[in-house]
Protein backbone atom coordinates (compact mmCIF):
# COMPACT_ATOMS: atom_id res chain seq x y z
CA UNK A 1 0.00 0.00 0.00
CA UNK A 2 0.94 3.18 -1.19
CA UNK A 3 2.40 5.35 1.46
CA UNK A 4 -0.78 8.15 3.13
CA UNK A 5 -1.20 11.61 2.22
CA UNK A 6 -2.66 13.73 4.58
CA UNK A 7 -3.99 17.11 3.33
CA UNK A 8 -4.90 20.13 5.67
CA UNK A 9 -7.53 22.15 4.56
CA UNK A 10 -6.46 25.39 6.51
CA UNK A 11 -9.51 27.57 6.47
CA UNK A 12 -12.13 27.38 3.81
CA UNK A 13 -14.83 30.24 2.89
CA UNK A 14 -17.39 30.06 5.73
CA UNK A 15 -15.74 28.98 8.45
CA UNK A 16 -15.23 32.03 10.75
CA UNK A 17 -12.81 33.57 14.26
CA UNK A 18 -16.12 33.48 15.77
CA UNK A 19 -17.00 29.64 15.23
CA UNK A 20 -13.23 28.55 16.06
CA UNK A 21 -11.29 30.99 17.46
CA UNK A 22 -7.91 29.38 16.31
CA UNK A 23 -9.02 29.99 12.05
CA UNK A 24 -5.51 31.36 10.71
CA UNK A 25 -7.03 34.06 7.99
CA UNK A 26 -3.67 36.36 7.40
CA UNK A 27 -0.86 35.23 5.49
CA UNK A 28 1.25 34.99 7.79
CA UNK A 29 -1.42 32.79 9.99
CA UNK A 30 -2.26 30.64 7.37
CA UNK A 31 1.23 30.05 6.40
CA UNK A 32 2.05 29.44 9.87
CA UNK A 33 -0.75 27.20 9.80
CA UNK A 34 0.81 25.25 7.03
CA UNK A 35 4.32 25.01 8.94
CA UNK A 36 2.75 23.22 12.03
CA UNK A 37 0.61 20.70 9.84
CA UNK A 38 3.94 19.98 7.78
CA UNK A 39 5.77 19.44 11.10
CA UNK A 40 2.52 16.99 12.26
CA UNK A 41 2.52 14.85 9.00
CA UNK A 42 0.49 16.74 6.23
CA UNK A 43 2.00 16.65 2.89
CA UNK A 44 -0.20 19.04 1.07
CA UNK A 45 -2.14 22.29 1.74
CA UNK A 46 -5.39 23.42 1.18
CA UNK A 47 -5.52 27.01 0.48
CA UNK A 48 -8.10 29.61 0.79
CA UNK A 49 -7.60 33.49 0.87
CA UNK A 50 -8.96 36.11 3.14
CA UNK A 51 -8.98 40.07 2.61
CA UNK A 52 -7.66 42.24 5.58
CA UNK A 53 -11.78 42.05 6.54
CA UNK A 54 -11.57 38.14 6.66
CA UNK A 55 -13.77 38.04 4.31
CA UNK A 56 -13.25 35.08 1.18
CA UNK A 57 -10.88 36.59 -1.60
CA UNK A 58 -9.59 34.77 -4.63
CA UNK A 59 -7.37 37.88 -5.31
CA UNK A 60 -4.02 36.56 -7.12
CA UNK A 61 -1.54 38.93 -5.21
CA UNK A 62 -2.81 37.76 -1.97
CA UNK A 63 -2.98 34.03 -2.81
CA UNK A 64 0.89 34.92 -4.08
CA UNK A 65 1.88 36.40 -0.86
CA UNK A 66 0.04 33.11 1.47
CA UNK A 67 2.14 30.74 -1.19
CA UNK A 68 5.94 32.40 -0.84
CA UNK A 69 5.24 32.40 3.18
CA UNK A 70 4.44 29.21 3.08
CA UNK A 71 7.88 28.41 0.46
CA UNK A 72 9.78 30.13 2.96
CA UNK A 73 9.08 27.74 5.66
CA UNK A 74 8.69 24.60 4.11
CA UNK A 75 8.60 22.49 0.60
CA UNK A 76 4.87 21.65 1.41
CA UNK A 77 2.51 20.97 -1.83
CA UNK A 78 0.35 24.13 -1.79
CA UNK A 79 -2.83 23.62 -2.94
CA UNK A 80 -5.15 26.83 -3.55
CA UNK A 81 -8.99 26.70 -3.94
CA UNK A 82 -10.71 27.22 -7.41
CA UNK A 83 -13.87 27.45 -5.55
CA UNK A 84 -13.69 29.98 -3.59
CA UNK A 85 -16.74 31.16 -2.45
CA UNK A 86 -20.29 30.41 -4.02
CA UNK A 87 -20.61 34.21 -4.64
CA UNK A 88 -16.97 34.25 -6.74
CA UNK A 89 -17.46 34.62 -10.50
CA UNK A 90 -15.28 31.91 -12.54
CA UNK A 91 -12.67 34.77 -13.30
CA UNK A 92 -12.07 35.77 -9.47
CA UNK A 93 -11.99 32.01 -8.89
CA UNK A 94 -9.25 30.89 -11.72
CA UNK A 95 -6.35 33.64 -10.41
CA UNK A 96 -4.49 31.41 -8.15
CA UNK A 97 -3.96 29.25 -11.11
CA UNK A 98 -1.99 32.20 -12.46
CA UNK A 99 0.83 31.51 -9.74
CA UNK A 100 1.23 28.05 -11.45
CA UNK A 101 0.74 26.00 -7.97
CA UNK A 102 1.68 22.36 -8.05
CA UNK A 103 -1.96 21.51 -7.65
CA UNK A 104 -5.53 23.46 -7.54
CA UNK A 105 -8.72 22.08 -7.27
CA UNK A 106 -11.28 21.11 -9.84
CA UNK A 107 -15.02 21.10 -8.97
CA UNK A 108 -16.64 19.01 -11.62
CA UNK A 109 -20.13 19.93 -11.19
CA UNK A 110 -22.91 21.80 -9.43
CA UNK A 111 -24.45 21.38 -6.19
CA UNK A 112 -26.58 22.35 -3.16
CA UNK A 113 -23.90 23.93 -0.87
CA UNK A 114 -26.39 24.69 2.90
CA UNK A 115 -28.67 27.29 1.83
CA UNK A 116 -26.87 28.28 -1.63
CA UNK A 117 -26.00 26.87 -4.75
CA UNK A 118 -22.11 25.97 -6.08
CA UNK A 119 -22.28 26.79 -9.67
CA UNK A 120 -20.05 24.76 -12.37
CA UNK A 121 -21.35 24.28 -15.70
CA UNK A 122 -19.90 22.51 -18.11
CA UNK A 123 -18.36 25.36 -19.79
CA UNK A 124 -17.29 26.38 -16.92
CA UNK A 125 -15.51 22.80 -15.64
CA UNK A 126 -13.56 22.79 -19.25
CA UNK A 127 -12.11 26.33 -18.85
CA UNK A 128 -10.54 25.57 -15.57
CA UNK A 129 -9.48 22.11 -16.82
CA UNK A 130 -8.14 23.98 -19.98
CA UNK A 131 -6.54 27.13 -17.62
CA UNK A 132 -4.44 24.42 -15.39
CA UNK A 133 -3.34 21.87 -18.02
CA UNK A 134 -1.75 25.32 -20.21
CA UNK A 135 -0.42 26.45 -16.47
CA UNK A 136 1.11 22.91 -15.67
CA UNK A 137 -1.01 22.48 -12.82
CA UNK A 138 -2.59 19.36 -11.67
CA UNK A 139 -6.28 19.42 -10.91
CA UNK A 140 -7.63 17.61 -7.42
CA UNK A 141 -11.19 16.55 -9.15
CA UNK A 142 -13.29 17.55 -6.13
CA UNK A 143 -16.39 15.31 -6.42
CA UNK A 144 -19.64 16.30 -4.22
CA UNK A 145 -21.73 14.20 -6.40
CA UNK A 146 -21.69 10.59 -8.12
CA UNK A 147 -22.33 12.89 -11.26
CA UNK A 148 -19.00 14.67 -11.64
CA UNK A 149 -17.11 11.34 -11.76
CA UNK A 150 -18.53 11.28 -15.21
CA UNK A 151 -17.74 14.89 -16.02
CA UNK A 152 -13.83 14.37 -14.97
CA UNK A 153 -13.98 11.23 -17.30
CA UNK A 154 -15.62 13.44 -19.83
CA UNK A 155 -12.32 15.66 -19.96
CA UNK A 156 -10.39 12.89 -20.04
CA UNK A 157 -11.88 11.45 -23.13
CA UNK A 158 -11.86 14.75 -24.83
CA UNK A 159 -8.30 15.35 -24.40
CA UNK A 160 -8.66 18.03 -22.50
CA UNK A 161 -6.96 16.16 -18.91
CA UNK A 162 -4.23 13.59 -19.05
CA UNK A 163 -4.41 10.45 -16.63
CA UNK A 164 -4.43 9.27 -14.30
CA UNK A 165 -6.87 11.42 -12.34
CA UNK A 166 -6.87 12.14 -8.85
CA UNK A 167 -10.41 12.83 -6.51
CA UNK A 168 -10.87 14.40 -3.60
CA UNK A 169 -14.83 13.32 -2.32
CA UNK A 170 -16.17 15.80 -0.46
CA UNK A 171 -18.62 13.97 1.86
CA UNK A 172 -21.58 15.10 4.31
CA UNK A 173 -21.80 18.61 2.95
CA UNK A 174 -25.62 19.80 3.32
CA UNK A 175 -27.70 19.27 -0.09
CA UNK A 176 -24.73 17.17 -1.52
CA UNK A 177 -23.90 13.40 -1.41
CA UNK A 178 -23.97 12.10 2.64
CA UNK A 179 -20.92 10.94 4.40
CA UNK A 180 -21.78 7.09 5.07
CA UNK A 181 -19.53 4.93 4.72
CA UNK A 182 -21.71 3.14 2.03
CA UNK A 183 -21.47 6.41 -0.02
CA UNK A 184 -17.06 6.26 0.08
CA UNK A 185 -17.29 2.96 -1.02
CA UNK A 186 -19.80 3.87 -3.77
CA UNK A 187 -17.44 6.79 -4.74
CA UNK A 188 -14.22 4.82 -4.81
CA UNK A 189 -15.51 2.03 -6.97
CA UNK A 190 -16.57 4.56 -9.49
CA UNK A 191 -13.41 6.20 -10.62
CA UNK A 192 -10.88 4.73 -13.33
CA UNK A 193 -8.50 2.27 -11.49
CA UNK A 194 -5.50 3.56 -12.02
CA UNK A 195 -6.50 6.63 -9.98
CA UNK A 196 -5.34 8.06 -6.28
CA UNK A 197 -8.29 9.39 -3.95
CA UNK A 198 -8.92 11.58 -1.11
CA UNK A 199 -12.02 11.72 1.44
CA UNK A 200 -12.86 15.19 2.84
CA UNK A 201 -15.41 14.02 5.57
CA UNK A 202 -17.55 17.06 6.48
CA UNK A 203 -17.90 17.57 10.16
CA UNK A 204 -18.68 14.21 12.15
CA UNK A 205 -17.99 12.73 9.23
CA UNK A 206 -13.89 13.24 9.89
CA UNK A 207 -11.80 10.49 11.25
CA UNK A 208 -14.85 7.71 10.67
CA UNK A 209 -13.93 8.29 6.62
CA UNK A 210 -10.52 9.33 7.32
CA UNK A 211 -10.05 5.52 8.93
CA UNK A 212 -11.79 4.08 6.14
CA UNK A 213 -9.22 5.55 3.95
CA UNK A 214 -6.32 4.64 5.59
CA UNK A 215 -7.48 1.00 5.84
CA UNK A 216 -8.72 1.39 1.49
CA UNK A 217 -4.92 2.42 0.66
CA UNK A 218 -6.84 6.16 -0.38
CA UNK A 219 -5.61 9.48 0.94
CA UNK A 220 -7.13 11.64 3.84
CA UNK A 221 -7.97 15.31 3.99
CA UNK A 222 -8.95 17.11 7.65
CA UNK A 223 -8.88 20.64 8.87
CA UNK A 224 -10.98 23.32 9.60
CA UNK A 225 -12.56 23.71 6.49
CA UNK A 226 -14.12 20.84 7.17
CA UNK A 227 -14.51 20.45 10.58
CA UNK A 228 -13.48 22.68 13.43
CA UNK A 229 -14.05 20.10 16.51
CA UNK A 230 -11.89 17.71 17.75
CA UNK A 231 -14.62 15.62 19.46
CA UNK A 232 -18.01 15.81 19.86
CA UNK A 233 -18.51 19.83 21.37
CA UNK A 234 -14.61 20.14 21.83
CA UNK A 235 -13.20 22.94 19.31
CA UNK A 236 -9.65 21.72 17.72
CA UNK A 237 -7.03 23.69 19.03
CA UNK A 238 -5.77 24.09 15.89
CA UNK A 239 -5.02 22.17 12.44
CA UNK A 240 -1.87 20.53 13.26
CA UNK A 241 -4.15 18.79 16.15
CA UNK A 242 -6.35 17.34 13.51
CA UNK A 243 -3.35 16.38 11.32
CA UNK A 244 -1.72 14.63 14.39
CA UNK A 245 -4.74 12.24 14.78
CA UNK A 246 -4.41 10.88 11.46
CA UNK A 247 -0.71 10.20 11.85
CA UNK A 248 -0.99 8.69 14.99
CA UNK A 249 -4.14 6.58 13.26
CA UNK A 250 -1.96 5.21 10.74
CA UNK A 251 0.64 4.52 12.22
CA UNK A 252 -1.69 2.10 14.69
CA UNK A 253 -3.30 0.42 11.37
CA UNK A 254 0.44 0.16 9.81
CA UNK A 255 0.50 2.71 7.03
CA UNK A 256 3.55 5.19 6.76
CA UNK A 257 2.53 8.95 6.12
CA UNK A 258 4.16 10.54 2.73
CA UNK A 259 6.11 13.42 3.40
CA UNK A 260 6.06 16.18 0.57
CA UNK A 261 8.42 14.44 -2.02
CA UNK A 262 6.57 11.01 -1.46
CA UNK A 263 3.26 12.69 -2.38
CA UNK A 264 4.92 14.14 -5.79
CA UNK A 265 5.70 10.84 -6.83
CA UNK A 266 2.68 9.30 -5.94
CA UNK A 267 1.11 12.05 -7.39
CA UNK A 268 3.04 12.37 -10.47
CA UNK A 269 4.26 15.36 -9.86
CA UNK A 270 7.40 17.32 -11.19
CA UNK A 271 10.22 16.89 -8.27
CA UNK A 272 10.70 20.38 -6.15
CA UNK A 273 13.06 22.65 -7.13
Given at each position: ?K ?6 A ?5 V ?15 A ?5 CY??GASI?HI ?10 Q ?10 K?E???N??VQ ?7 W?S?E?R ?7 P ?8 TCN ?6 M????Y??MF?RK?A??G???E ?7 M???A??L???G?L ?6 D ?9 P??P???MYM?N????DSTW??A???R??T?L???A??L?G????G???N??Y????L??S????V??I??L??ELG?D ?5 D?R??L????HA
Amino acid sequence: MKKLIITAALTGAEVTKDQQPALPVSPEEIAEAAYECYIAGASIVHIHARDNDGNPTQDYDVYKEIKEKIEEKCNIIVQPSTGGATWHSPEERLQPVDLKPEMATLSCGTCNFGADVFMNSEEYIEMFARKMAENGVKPEIEVFERGMIENAKKLVKKGILDGPLHFDFVLGVPGACPGNPEDLMYMVNSIPDDSTWTVAGIGRHETPLATMAIILGGHVRVGFEDNVYYDKGVLAESNAQLVKRITRLARELGRDVATPDDARVILGLRPHA
